[in-house]
């Protein structure tokens, strides 16, 4: 595995300070934030000093009930060449729903939501992980992300889950442990247990983020310092293998560049914690087969023993028998249509209770739903005010709360720059009480961006029709 060292999420708003900050090996760059014609003069400059750039990548969908975007492939591909990258990553999480395979309405999450832990959910994700890797230049790497709601009738840890991942298709993983605290205080999990359970060959690297809690749920903001219990984790998976590269993730609300600098030497002495905590030769060992490999008679071996912080020593072996469900599936582990088919039902009723209003889904937790929906909502609203920063500036503080009301219930179509209109028409058309120069200028911004010819479907499109200068009044 290629070694990369200590690394920084590289983001414009930190450009300057993340290229003359010390100890700085390597950064990651959204995917979609980066044009291959068009790279930012940061990025050149620091591809040139040496420092590798990976494109992680947020919008392909790896779990999707669907098969991955042969167009999104391509353009993650195309990033992951235009940076010279040794490899690429992307999330287990499905974004969308709906669509032909359920014969509903297509539906956009506009953010990373978990997989069931199921055989049929593992099913489609393998084999949309073995499409995506064919499809790309270099090795793909897969991140295990945060939640805020639990599936029911779940067949696997995540530990497991990630196993049979790693084993059945040689995918490499992007752990993030801020993600296994997020998981622990909102779901229980206990993320010894994870890491016990990981094929630890399989890491390419490790994220670290800050997040905050609130009424009992921990919400993985990438906005906070990292806190305490996530640098433990940190020290845990150190103690049981050496990792290729650390990387802090900050997205939002951003410190001076002496605090990230203090928060990235955080990180290597929690790293390097665990380095001393690690067994030494004749003392302990770390061992796993390589993924995707299995040994005779069906038995798969990955044991990982290590004394973790605080903690007795850990070890996980799992055999085809012990380790869940899946373990027990003969190759190929191919789903059939009908697999997909079912995927796709329960994401589809899931995503469109979180950002549609219909009816719970049985088996969830409603005011765990009710608080994911809002968290949606929330993100939408930040990520619009970056795709169409006017919208902020005209509605000044009514911004947030008028998008926020917009958001619950009206599922997002075609995009964030689409949701951005979509918001703006809603607001002018649905008798809100945006009045004088605030209208004005709203009505103008949409006009300017909705093109010479709006919707004539939309109620804003049919007075649009009449003339740019009735519009303009």
Not at 67 to 96: C, K, M, N, Q, W
């Amino acid at each position: 595995m290629r070694r990369l060292g200590t690394g920084i999420g590289w983001r414009p708003e930190i450009a300057d300070a993340v290229e003359r900050m010390p100890g700085v090996d390597w950064v990651e760059a959204v995917a979609e934030n980066v044009c291959p014609g068009h790279l930012p003069d940061s990025l050149l400059r620091l591809r040139e000093r040496g420092v590798t750039v990976i494109p992680h990548g947020v919008s392909l969908g790896l779990g999707d009930a669907e098969r991955p975007d042969a167009g999104r492939l391509a353009a993650l591909a195309e990033r992951a060449e235009a940076l010279g990258s040794p490899l690429v990553t992307e999330h287990i999480a499905f974004v969308r729903a709906g669509g032909p395979l359920t014969a509903s309405p297509r539906l956009e999450a506009g953010h990373l939501l978990p997989v069931p832990r199921t055989r049929d959910a593992l099913r489609v994700l393998c084999e949309n992980v073995r499409i995506a890797q064919e499809a790309l230049p270099v090795p793909l790497a897969v991140e295990n992300i945060a939640a805020l709601v639990a599936w029911p009738g779940e067949e696997m840890t995540e530990g497991q889950f990630l196993y049979e991942l790693a084993d059945r298709t040689g995918v490499r993983l992007l752990i993030d442990v801020a993600n296994l605290h997020t998981n622990h205080v909102n779901r229980g999990e206990d993320p010894v247990k994870a890491l016990a359970e990981l094929p630890l060959e399989a890491i390419a690297y490790v994220h670290v983020a800050g997040g905050f809690e609130r009424d009992g749920v921990w919400h993985d903001s990438h906005a906070h310092p990292v806190p305490r219990p996530v640098l433990d984790i940190l020290t845990d998976l150190a103690s049981r293998a050496p990792l290729p590269g650390v990387l802090l993730e900050r997205d939002d609300n951003f410190p001076e560049p002496a605090e990230l600098e203090r928060e990235l030497r955080v990180i290597r002495e929690a790293v390097e914690a665990g380095g001393t905590r690690r067994p030494t030769a004749g003392t302990g060992t770390a061992t796993g087969s390589e993924p995707g490999t299995r040994t005779g008679g069906g038995t798969r071996t990955g044991t990982a023993t290590a004394a973790s912080a605080g903690t007795a020593t850990a070890t996980a072996t799992a055999t085809a028998d012990d380790a869940g469900p899946a373990a027990r599936e003969t190759e190929p582990f191919a789903p059939d249509e009908a697999a997909r088919q079912r995927v796709g039902l329960a994401q589809a009723a899931l995503l469109s209770a979180l950002v549609a209003g219909t009816p719970v889904p049985e088996g969830f937790d409603r005011v765990r739903l009710g608080v994911q929906s809002r968290a949606l909502a929330a993100k939408r609203a930040d990520v619009v005010a970056k795709v169409a920063p006017e919208l902020p500036l005209i509605l000044k503080s009514g911004y947030r709360p008028a998008f926020v009301a917009y958001a619950q219930g009206r599922p997002m179509r075609g995009g964030y720059r689409q949701d951005a209109l979509d918001f703006a028409e809603e607001l002018l058309t649905g008798g809100h009480s945006t009045e004088g120069r605030t209208r004005r200028d709203l009505r103008r911004w949409w006009l300017d961006r909705s093109g010479p010819a709006p919707r004539p479907t939309s109620r804003l499109g049919q007075v649009g029709r009449a003339g740019r200068s009735l519009i303009r009044r």
